[in-house]
Every structure is written in C-alpha cells, then in structure tokens.
C-alpha cells in the first residue's frame, strides 16, 4: 500500500469524532470548555534525514514538525511525548531536543525509549491547545476566496543541497506558529506545507471539492531559475490557508491564487491542470 492506500483502509476502522475523518493533520479532544489538539510526527532515517546528518538537528526538526501542524490549527502548544531509537549520538540528540523545547517554550511530558538494531526512528506526539473554535481545518475553503501562503518557497530544497544560506531552513526549519494563532479567526481552510507546495494544494482543493486556480509567478520561491521544483519539493512548514478576498490578513503571507468552481481538476497552474496528484510532490510509498 502507499500512504493514500493506507489511510483509506484506516478509515474502516473504529474513529473518534475527534479524528475529522483523519483526513486533516490533528485530532480534537474536548475537555469541558477546553478543546486539545493533537499531532503524531515520525522521522525515519533515510527518508526524513541522512544516516551522517547531525542528530540535534533531527531533534530539532522532528519538534519543529510536530509543532508546525499545531500552528495549522491556532493551537498553544502544551507538551510533547518522545519516542527515541537509542544508538548513535544519543547526546547530541539531546542537545537538539533541549534547544527546539527552549525555542518553542513547549515541555518534554515523557515517552519512551527502544535499542534499534536497524536504521533509526524517531517519533513524537504533541498536545496543544486550542485558541479558536471551530478549530481551523483542511476542510472550509469557499467558492471565491483567496488562497495564500506564509513565507519563501523552496528554501529547504536549497538548503539540503548546501546553499549556506538556506541550510537552517532543512537543518531547524521555524514552524509559523505566532502566524497560526492570528490566523485561526479568519481562514476558511488552512494546513502546514511539508510535502511541496502544489501538492498541498491540489490535497486542499480535493477535499474541498474546489479548484485552487494557482498563479505560478505570484508563489514567493527562493530561486526563481527553479520555480517549478520550489513549488514541488516540500519540507518548506510554511502555512498554506484560504479566505474570503476582502479579508485583512494579519500576518506576512502571498496571495497567489483563487478557489474557483470545481473542474475535471483540484489544481490549475497556470494554463496547466493537474487532475491527479502524480509527481506533485512528496508521497510516501
């Protein structure tokens, strides 16, 4: 099965109402007044960093994914839980994991720890809280509103290829989290770009039964020469949300498009449409 494959078999199995049909990237748990969200992030070796990357910066990124989605959803962050694969450089690790906790003034609430005789894997759940009900979703987006993204990019592509300047964007990407709380009143549809930009897109529109008509030249890249593998290549943890066209964003972001009636396509760039979302961006199996 690949990724899609598998969370559609996932959802013939019993779900919490809190789950949103997993198709959004937290679940809800409400506690009296108090609504918490919820995120499940994992790094694997090989696939989310290179067997010799430096392990505070695998800390710091597996933090950093984790509390990118909780920006997606206006969430204060609470607490995190780690699952930690023992073995190589378990100090620096730590280090890592210190620093991105500090960062991002979230605790460490416990986890649990294996020996890994194999390639590493990390995991970590983290709890937030919501700031705004209806918590912002995935699902929301309206006919006519605008579409729009925080941030450059494509800088974590440059910075995995060695662009000095861009390396901290792959290494300790910044999770937008001051820009998920002002947003979370006023968008309509919102979630964290990790898997390409255009990808992201034609996810949201999808499940919106909507079209993102997309303007490839209003899409802040970092390398202009590249545009089109900015768009596509992902780990970028900006926030890619929706609203209505007069609306006063509060935060620094691009428009660079519209929903529009849906067609035979969730995704028009351009003059090109994308029916499916081969080679969109990054997916799993």
């Known amino acids: 099965m690949d990724e899609p494959e598998f969370i559609a078999a996932l959802r013939s199995l019993p779900l919490h109402p809190g789950a949103r049909n997993l198709e959004d990237d937290c679940a809800l748990i409400t506690i009296g007044n108090e609504t918490l969200v919820i995120n499940h992030e994992m790094m694997a070796e090989g696939t989310h960093f290179r067997p010799d990357a ?30 930690h694969s023992l073995g190589r450089d378990d100090a620096r690790f730590l280090q890592g994991l210190k620093e991105a906790l500090l960062a991002f003034n979230v ?12 390639a590493s894997t990390f995991a970590m759940t983290a709890i ?59 968008v309509s549809a919102i979630m964290d770009v990790s898997d390409g930009l255009l990808l992201d897109c034609w996810r949201m529109a999808k ?51 519209k929903v529009v009636a849906a067609g035979f ?16 961006g990054y997916s799993h199996g």
């Not at 605790?107 to 194999?118: E, H, S, Y």
């Not at 396509?265 to 969109?280: E, I, M, Q, R, S």
Request: some cysteine; overall charge negative.
């Open 54 to 83: 430096d392990m505070a910066d695998v800390a710091w990124k597996l933090v950093a994914s984790n509390i990118s989605d909780l920006a997606a959803k206006g969430a204060e962050p609470v607490g995190v839980l780690l699952g």
């Open 107 to 118: 605790p460490l609430l416990g986890g649990d720890t294996v020996t890994a005789t194999g």
């Open 128 to 186: 937030g809280r919501a700031t705004h009900h209806p918590v912002p979703a995935r699902r929301g987006a309206k006919l006519g509103d605008a579409v729009y993204v925080t941030g450059t990019i494509g800088r974590a592509m440059l910075g995995f290829e060695g662009a000095a300047h861009h390396r901290a964007a792959f290494d300790r990407p910044e999770p937008r989290l001051a820009e998920g709380l002002a947003l979370a009143p006023l």
């Open 207 to 257: 499940l919106n039964n909507q079209t993102f008509a997309i303007d490839p030249d209003a899409v802040p890249v970092a390398d202009n020469a590249r545009r089109d593998e900015c768009m596509r290549w992902g780990d970028d943890y900006e926030l890619l949300f929706t609203a209505a066209p007069g609306a006063a964003i509060p935060v620094a972001a691009s428009r660079i498009g």
């Open 265 to 280: 396509a969730p995704l028009v760039l351009g003059k090109n449409a994308f029916p499916t979302a081969d080679n969109l």
